[in-house]
């Protein structure tokens, strides 16, 4: 056998142990949602500026990059099955801000399982960080909640934009 022959099958062998171990890595389904996102920055906003004004803090407003913001993220989890504002390798909160034109300083608070948006408010509230962050020095909102199929667990994204 020559030395090119036995260094091919080394080759081969190789390549192939590697794709089945990468092939391994992705054990994880991609779910997709079935109704897309919902918005639900509307109903959401009445409560955040009853939080804010009982704290003597600025009302904020509707704003439209958040809202995209908050529904892209919203998809993004339910598609990963994942509650995490970070998802797959690369992920990057400022690009994900930027490239949705939000105003900065940005915030996101994050959810799963709330099946109001009520609900989901309020553990938002009762969470010190996620408190912090609605009480912040921002000026606009966009609240979406995804979920892979009827009857799934939601997932909630909250952005709040400067």
């Known amino acids: 056998m020559t030395t090119f022959q036995t260094s091919s099958r080394r080759g081969f062998l190789v390549l192939s142990g590697m794709g089945l171990l990468l092939a391994g890595c992705s ?3 991609v779910l997709t ?9 509307e109903a959401a906003l009445p409560m955040v500026n009853t ?3 009982g704290r003597g803090l600025p009302t904020l407003a509707l704003d439209s990059p958040a809202r995209k913001a908050a529904v892209q993220q919203a998809v993004r989890m339910a598609k ?3 509650m995490k504002h ?4 690369g992920d990057d909160f400022g690009a994900r801000m930027k490239n949705n034109d ?3 300083p940005a915030a996101e608070n994050i959810a799963s399982g709330q099946n109001t948006v009520e609900a989901a408010v309020r553990a938002w509230i009762d969470s010190p960080k996620h408190l912090e962050n609605m009480l912040g020095s921002y000026r606009g909102l966009g609240v979406a909640m995804a ?10 994204a909250m952005v709040l934009s400067g």
């Open 147 to 156: 979920r892979t199929s009827t009857g799934a667990p939601p997932y909630w």
């Open 33 to 41: 949602p079935t109704a897309g996102a919902e918005d639900e920055t």
């Open 86 to 89: 970070l998802i797959g390798f």
């Open 80 to 82: 990963a099955n994942e």
């Open 27 to 29: 054990t994880t389904s």
């Open 51 to 53: 939080l804010r004004q």
């Open 102 to 104: 939000v105003a900065l």
